[in-house]
């Protein structure tokens, strides 16, 4: 069955830098598009970023680009996120979602890892 | 950018009863709209999408249904594990991936 466990979460000072990972399996990786989605404490959803399904195409939400880069390593079955120059309201559980194809239907989603950003 | 409003913001209801969720897109996003269920301290999970496709494992009682702007998620009759936040995402127009505000079903 789809598997994606999320890890790297953790608590980061404001201007600091942290790298999640979602770890795969139960699927074919490297068939599908992958995302990542972030819900700050008692908040709705907000979608970070997508990349397709060979690494060539990255999108990013307005508030994230130029901070946050989308990787995937399709030899690991891994999806990542770089996150630097943290702040204080990026302070959210975040999960990655495997894509239907690349329609943005997501259609299974890791457990989330909590990233703390604060002093 | 497409803008999800969600109605209403709570519901209270009691088990039986029947749930009706609303979605509003700020322009047209055909039949391209997602339903999510999240319970505390679980991830989002997909019931529906293309406004009315059940996903795979999703009870009947469970349905969709619009087209272009103004969409609707209908529990026909709430079991207890229904109680929960219910999110519609839009996936016609993007990048970017846009979700409503949630519409929470609680226990009257």
């Known amino acids: 069955q789809v598997q994606l466990v999320e890890s790297g979460g953790g608590v980061v000072q404001p201007g600091r830098s942290l790298r999640l990972s979602c770890a795969a399996s139960?699927?074919?990786?490297?068939?599908?598009?992958m995302h990542w989605v972030r819900q700050a404490p008692g908040k709705g959803l907000e979608w970070v970023a997508v990349?397709?399904?060979?690494?060539?195409?990255?999108y990013y939400a307005d508030s994230m680009k130029g901070r946050f880069t989308i990787s995937r390593d399709n030899s690991k079955n891994t999806l990542y996120l770089q996150m630097n120059s943290l702040r204080a309201e990026d302070t959210a559980v975040y999960y990655c979602a495997k894509d239907d194809t690349y329609t943005a239907i997501l259609n299974y989603w890791g457990q989330g890892t909590l990233v703390t950003v604060s002093s | 950018e497409i803008v999800l409003t969600q109605s209403p913001a709570t519901l209270s209801l009691s088990p039986g009863e029947r749930a009706t969720l609303s979605c509003r897109a700020s322009?047209?996003?055909?039949?391209?709209l997602a339903w999510y269920q999240q319970k505390p301290g679980q991830a989002p999970r997909l019931l529906i999408y293309h406004a009315s496709n059940r996903a795979t494992g999703i009870p009947a009682r469970f349905s969709g249904s619009g087209s272009g702007t103004d969409f609707t998620l209908t529990i026909s009759s709430l079991e207890p594990e229904d109680f929960a936040v219910y999110y519609c995402?839009?996936?016609?127009?993007?990048?970017?991936?846009?979700f409503g505000g949630g519409t929470k079903v609680e226990i009257k």
């Open positions: 322009q047209s996003v055909s039949s391209y």
């Open positions: 139960g699927f074919t990786f490297n068939n599908y598009g």
């Open positions: 995402q839009q996936c016609n127009n993007w990048p970017p991936v846009t």
């Open positions: 990349i397709s399904y060979d690494g060539t195409n990255k």
